[in-house]
């Protein structure tokens, strides 16, 4: 739902991809997550897998390092552009609100 | 695994339930019982899957379920990697994708989005509907196949052994299988409807699963023997009331192994020149038209029929039966000889009466000879089967 009313990435989403934007494994990427959000948003082992696996299918990421069992993923050129475009959007959000907050003012 | 410490449990909670069963497992483990293996006989999210828990001291253990279908080794150890470093430790799996975890402290759920685990579950129902297609379409072709021969050609149904078994496999095999699969979709579904708004019932209590599978379970056993029952005693209908006095049917001292000219066998009935003529006379006559030599009587009718017929056996001396093999027919039994409900069909002509009979072995033709039956008692018979009718 949350994917829908965002009309692009849902939160997990948006912030595992920005946690990709240094190379990263699976745990490191939750770790991250929890980090840069100051622990308001946290992924699932079971969430973050599938999210890897469905990004990784669809080349947003890439596997960079495999050591059997742990992988490397990082960000592939279409993931930057999706990042980077879902962030303007949010930030266009952002400034269109504080817009319109001043005019109420 | 059946020594003594070690307990096996049916599963009664849908597996889409993951927060029900990881609740379920809690509470078994404070009982001293730790969920250690799930196995299933066959493939599949819902079919009969055990728990096997093992026995130690009970302790308080937080446990997790999710449904994760691994690619190849290889993803299966990266997810197990990740869940592990998350804090979770394995238990078990199953094939299918059921993975049970544990942890001694609280931990992060594994699934912590809601659109996340509902495309989750949207796999799991497809993959269970895919399931369903198959085996429920041979068993439909299996059931309906002579069943639609009933309408299209009422002679050939009666000829068909198919008819007698079906009933009982279908309710045996195919109801309840199709109603559980059907209930583990609208299962899924209702969940999934849940997850896209965002709510995921955390402490889900699992006893209401237990009940309500329970219950179904209960409700398929009694519809199995319900039909089971009913198609015994539709098949059997040896005993049938007539005239006051409850008579074996002939058909159970017949072996049917021989026959006047009609073949023994499906195809032998399909493909005999007798039996061609038989049903070439029927088709003509299904309407009950009748000429001076000859009538047929329809199955719904024949019962009408028969009423007079037996009459005038009872009270005909010269009446000789046969059936091509010697059976003795003097008894007074066969004067009201009467085989399952509605299979049978009636030709009468001027000299005899020719019973069309099917048992469970197939069919074959009783004459009843030494009457001049029809020229007799057919405006009679007519006005009864007219009666009938309107």
């Not at chain 1, 552009?81 to 879902?86: K, P, R, S, Y």
């Not at chain 2, 592990?84 to 049970?100: H, L, R």
């Not at chain 2, 009666?158 to 109801?175: E, Q, V």
């Not at chain 2, 009466?353 to 072995?361: A, G, H, Q, S, T």
Request: aromatic share 14%.
């Amino acid at each position: 739902m949350a994917r829908v009313q965002l009309q692009g990435l849902s939160e997990p989403m948006f912030y595992l991809l920005l946690a990709l934007r240094t190379p990263q494994y699976g745990y490191s990427i939750m770790r991250i997550v929890t980090q840069i959000s100051n622990g308001r948003v946290t992924i699932g082992a079971g969430t973050l897998y599938a999210l890897l696996s469905r990004f990784e299918s669809e080349k947003i990421i890439q596997n960079i390092e495999n050591d059997g069992r742990r992988k490397t993923y990082s960000l592939t050129a279409k993931g930057q552009e999706i990042l980077v475009g879902e962030y303007n959007r949010l930030k266009a959000m952002i400034s269109d609100a504080d817009n319109c907050g001043r005019g109420h003012k | 695994m059946s020594d003594k410490t070690t307990v096996k449990k049916n599963c009664y909670i849908p597996v889409y339930e993951t927060e029900a069963l990881a609740n379920y497992f809690s509470d078994m483990a404070q009982q001293g019982l730790f969920i250690f293996e799930l196995y299933n006989k066959s493939s599949g999210y819902n079919k009969s899957i055990k728990f096997v828990f093992r026995k130690y001291t009970p302790r308080h253990l937080y446990y997790c379920v999710d449904l994760f279908e691994p690619k190849d080794i290889q993803s299966f150890s990266e997810y197990l990697e990740i869940c592990e470093a998350s804090g979770w430790k394995y238990v078990c799996s199953m094939e299918g994708g059921i993975f049970v975890f544990y942890s001694e402290t609280p931990q992060i759920p594994l699934q912590t989005d809601c659109d996340t685990e509902a495309e989750c579950l949207k796999k799991v129902s497809r993959r269970n509907l895919i399931d369903l297609v198959w085996p429920v379409l041979l068993l439909l072709i299996f059931a309906f196949n002579p069943l639609f021969d009933y309408f299209t050609n009422p002679l050939s149904f009666y000829g068909s052994d198919m008819r007698s078994p079906t009933y009982p496999l279908f309710c045996i095999f195919c109801l309840p299988f199709v109603f559980r699969k059907i209930g583990f979709y609208v299962g899924c579904q209702k969940k999934i409807k849940l997850l896209h708004k965002n709510i995921r019932p955390m402490d889900n209590p699992y006893q209401k699963s237990i009940r309500t599978s329970l219950l179904f379970k209960w409700y398929s056993v009694c519809l199995v023997c319900l039909f089971t029952v009913s198609s015994v005693f539709s098949l059997s209908g040896l005993f049938v009331q007539r005239s006051g006095h409850e008579i074996p049917a002939y058909a159970s001292k017949i072996t049917a192994q021989t026959s006047l000219d009609i073949g023994q066998t499906n195809n032998d009935f399909y493909h005999n020149p007798a039996s061609v003529f038989i049903k070439r006379q029927y088709e003509l006559y299904q309407h009950w038209g009748a000429n001076e030599e000859s009538c047929f009587f329809e199955v719904e009718y024949a019962d009408c029929a028969f009423d007079f017929i037996a009459k005038d056996i009872y009270n005909h001396e010269n009446a000789t039966f046969s059936d091509g093999k010697g059976t003795d027919f003097s008894t007074e039994e066969c004067k009201y000889l009467k085989i399952t409900q509605g299979k049978y069909i009636i030709r009468t002509d001027s000299a005899s009466v020719i019973i069309l009979l099917r048992d469970k072995k197939g069919f074959y033709e009783l004459r009843i000879s030494g009457l001049s039956l029809f020229s007799e008692n057919k405006d009679r018979i007519f006005a009864a089967i007219s009666d009938r009718a309107d």
